[in-house]
């Protein structure tokens, strides 16, 4: 039997409804920006796995380091015990994220770090003496799948089945400079003094659909948020390492975040690991002779050595000069494809920020996840041998930086040739 097969009578795969889906492809190598199934087939990896992959598969660099810690420490309890790899990945990575971030808080993944940061700013108002317990978010916001990243993120297709058992929370649209004042008469409305935190995915909207919005407004917004005490919670677990062409999303805006979430890129695909950061003013409150102001948060893995190993050596690889220029060549070449792009008819909403490019297809359906248009790209991109994963009949391409010029090229010639048949 196959790898596919052996897989088919034991394995349950996320977002996948089994009944309907078609065998999954057995993947067994992986080397640059291609992936390779057990008959040896390649296939260019255009979404960077779920979006984790920065770097390209099986890094020697990255592997290299992950062997080597490997062979010395793989974990230990995180409660009062500590390693090099988290204090350096902590001490190198603080400084280069936006804003006055002072603390990292360890976990296993977006979701739970989503988890730490929405208990972290409700035990902070908490802590502080002060009733503060409404959530503000965005529609359209995705934050993962945990009941509370569940809370956070706008009701679709995702939460669906657990809406009745989900905090509740207060969702705005994302700013233009025509619905500000809305906006702020909207969170008048609801009352500041109550609003514990805002929580945003900056410039990006990912599962919602690859929506973006522009910076400035996020940044009027955020300021007037921040007059009102109201804590600001960027999640970058997309956005961070490079993806909006800037290091992180928030370098955008003047405005600095209070807490943020990392995970994705932080490890270069290779490992699951979750970041949560804070600035000094929410670590402070929870300091204190009394344990009830502690943060009644961990995990099993908390800052497991081989994950922080991994983070660090993606992050040498990261702020080398050659990944902004690997950035910035993707960006001009997405920005050219565009300009293509433009002349189909079936094609509308095209959209680019940083790395990402994203457009929806035009069918008698609507713009949505369930969208039956998703099953035939699915088919189509497979037997191409390109790995796109729309959303609906939203198609984005979202690839890890060591893509090359001639592999964008086979990405952009087989959406020409799909987006052809659509007339």
Same mark, same amino acid.
């Given at each position: 039997?196959t790898?596919?097969e ?132 965005f ?65 990006l ?60 890129? @932080?490890? *270069?695909?290779? $490992? !699951?690991?979750?970041?949560? &950061?804070?600035?000094?003013?929410? +670590?402070?409150?929870? /300091? ?31 702020l ?25 008819g ?5 959209? @680019?920020? *940083?790395?990402? $490019? !994203?457009?929806?297809?035009? &069918?008698?359906?609507?713009?949505? +996840?369930?969208?039956? /248009? ?20 939203t ?27 659509m007339?």
């Amino acid at each position: 039997m196959t790898w596919s097969e052996r897989d088919q009578q034991v394995i349950w795969h996320p977002y996948t409804q089994m009944q309907t889906a078609p065998a999954p492809i057995g993947i067994i190598r992986g080397e640059g920006a291609s992936l390779f199934d057990e008959a040896g087939n390649s296939y260019l990896d255009a979404t960077s796995s779920w979006w984790v992959n920065i770097h390209g598969h099986a890094h020697p660099y990255i592997a290299q380091k992950l062997a080597t810690q490997a062979m010395q420490l793989q974990h230990c309890i995180f409660a009062g015990y500590t390693h090099p790899a988290a204090v350096e990945l902590a001490e190198r990575l603080l400084p280069v994220l936006p804003g006055r971030q002072s603390r990292v808080f360890y976990s296993d993944n977006g979701s739970t770090a989503i988890e730490v940061a929405l208990k972290m700013a409700l035990q902070y108002w908490e802590n502080k003496g002060i009733r503060k317990q409404k959530i503000l978010a965005f529609h359209h916001a995705y934050h993962g799948d945990t009941f509370g990243a569940m809370s956070v993120s706008s009701r679709s297709v995702f939460t669906a089945p657990f809406d009745d058992l989900l905090f509740e929370v207060h969702f705005i649209d994302t700013p233009t400079p025509d619905n500000l004042p809305q906006l702020k008469a909207a969170i008048e409305n609801l009352g500041p003094d109550s609003i514990a935190a805002f929580i945003f995915e900056p410039l990006l909207q990912g599962a919602g659909g690859m929506l973006m919005y522009e910076a400035d407004a996020l940044d009027q917004l955020l300021q007037y948020c921040k007059q009102q005490q109201i804590l600001l919670i960027a999640d970058e677990i997309l956005t961070g390492f490079g993806r909006t062409g800037k290091n992180f999303a928030m370098e955008n805006v003047a405005t600095a975040p209070d807490i943020m979430c990392l995970s994705k890129g @932080l490890t *270069g695909g290779a $490992l !699951a690991l979750g970041v949560t &950061t804070c600035t000094a003013a929410i +670590y402070d409150a929870f /300091l204190s002779e009394s344990k009830l102001k502690t943060l009644f948060h961990g995990h099993s893995f908390t800052a497991n050595a081989l994950a922080c190993t991994v983070a660090l050596a993606s992050l040498d690889l990261f702020l080398q000069p050659e990944c902004a220029q690997q950035r910035d060549r993707i960006h001009a070449q997405h920005q050219q494809f565009l300009q293509r792009l433009a002349a189909v008819g079936t094609v509308k909403h095209t959209r @680019l920020l *940083g790395t990402v $490019l !994203a457009f929806e297809i035009v &069918t008698p359906g609507q713009d949505a +996840y369930t969208n039956q /248009l998703a099953d035939e790209l699915h088919r189509f991109f497979r037997a191409k041998r390109i790995m796109l994963r729309p959303l609906g009949n939203t198609l984005y391409i979202l690839p890890p930086y060591c893509i090359t010029n001639e592999e964008l090229e086979r990405v952009y010639e087989s959406i020409l040739e799909f987006v052809g048949t659509m007339g």
